[in-house]
């Protein structure tokens, strides 16, 4: 029997509604949303909320996933990494993060709150963050960059990257700088990769 035209299947329902709770989570937080107001957002009675998810806590982690899952950052960087080329790898992380953070305003949003509120955004096993750390451990090792603590390094790029998508959206330094995407990532990669060259 065909489907209704104003009949949503399940797979679309699920999706209807991990949309209303991004909104809602990047409106309020994790600990302001309320599951009422996201039932009320996606049009669906609580009920059907917590038959699809079970919990608050699993519809905002499922959310996180349908919002970073369909873009991985880690197919941008490979390449880069596999050539070793350092500047390749920290502009290409850094023009994904900017690119994505401009498309999708929830993204700062949803970072900002999980921050705040202790609930952390990672998923899955490897992170952009954790996927840097182990590149520039590698090439520490080597001796293409000067040793120093990887995972501080990985960290504070990912500080510098976010802090200029936040700016954008919430001028934070004032008005936004009218450059594009690509050269806000080659500035970011060229001012943290010359403090990690070795040194004469």
Do not use: C, W
Not at 15 to 37: D, S
Not at 70 to 90: C, I, K, N, Q, S
Not at 130 to 139: K, S, V
């Amino acid at each position: 029997m065909p489907q209704s035209k104003n009949r949503l299947s399940a797979e679309q329902r699920k999706e209807a509604i991990l949309e209303a709770a991004l909104n809602v989570f990047a409106r309020k937080g994790y600990n302001g949303a309320r599951t009422k107001e996201i039932a009320q957002e996606a049009g669906i009675s609580e009920t059907l909320v917590f038959r699809h998810f079970g919990s608050k806590e699993n519809l905002y982690r499922e959310a996180l996933d349908h919002l970073f899952s369909p873009h991985p950052v880690d197919a941008d960087m490979a390449p880069a990494m596999a050539v070793d080329d350092d500047h390749e790898v920290l502009y290409q992380l850094a023009r994904h993060v900017i690119e994505h953070g401009r498309r999708d305003g929830r993204i700062v949003r949803l970072n900002l709150f999980s921050g705040l509120e202790g609930m952390g955004m990672a998923k899955g096993e490897s992170t952009p963050v954790q996927a840097l750390e182990d590149y520039l451990l590698r090439r520490m090792e080597e001796g293409g960059l000067r040793k120093m603590d990887a995972r501080l390094a990985a960290r504070y790029f990912m500080y510098a990257v976010f802090l200029y998508v936040s700016d954008m959206q919430l001028k934070l330094t004032g008005p936004p700088s009218q450059v594009s995407d690509h050269e806000a990532a080659e500035v970011l990669a060229d001012v943290f990769l010359g403090g990690l060259l070795p040194r004469a």
